[in-house]
C-alpha cells in the first residue's frame, strides 16, 4: 500500500468519524482529503455521496455514487444510495433500477429489498 493509500484510509476514518457525530460539514472536508490523495478510492466517493444526501444536495450525492459505480460497477453500496437519492427525487423507477442493480450483486441485501417495496 503507497503513502497516499494509507493516508486517504486515514482521512476516511476521521470523516467516518465525523459523520457518525453528525459533524456533517467536516466529514465532508475529509473525504474531499482522502480523494485529493486517491481520486478513484471508491468507498470516499460512496460515503462522500452519502453525506451530501444527508445534507439534501441530492442531485450531487447521486453524482458521487455515480464516480463510485465507475470505478467499481459491482460496488453494492452506491448502487443503494443512488437509488435512495433517486427515490427522494421521486424518480421511483430509476430507483428500482439501482435497488435491482444491488440485488444482482448481493441478493441477500435486507435493505435493498426493503427500499424497492416502499415505492
Not at 15 to 42: I, S, V
Not at 68 to 95: C, H, Q, T, V
Request: glycine share 6%; aromatic share 14%; hydrophobic share 40%.
Amino acid at each position: 500500500m503507497g503513502e497516499n493509500n494509507f493516508n486517504s484510509d486515514i482521512w476516511l476514518s476521521k470523516g467516518l468519524t465525523a459523520y457518525n457525530l453528525r459533524n456533517y460539514e467536516e466529514a465532508l472536508e475529509c473525504y474531499n482529503k482522502a480523494l485529493d490523495l486517491d481520486p478513484n478510492f471508491k468507498e470516499a466517493w460512496f460515503r462522500k455521496g452519502m453525506t451530501i444526501g444527508v445534507l439534501g444536495d441530492y442531485e450531487e450525492a447521486i453524482k458521487c455514487h455515480e464516480k463510485a459505480i465507475e470505478i467499481d460497477s459491482e460496488y453494492r453500496d452506491p448502487w443503494f444510495g443512488k437509488g435512495m437519492a433517486l427515490g427522494i427525487l421521486k424518480k421511483d423507477n430509476d430507483a428500482i433500477e439501482c435497488y435491482e442493480r444491488v440485488l444482482k450483486i448481493d441478493p441477500y441485501f435486507k435493505e435493498a429489498w426493503v427500499a424497492k417495496e416502499w415505492l
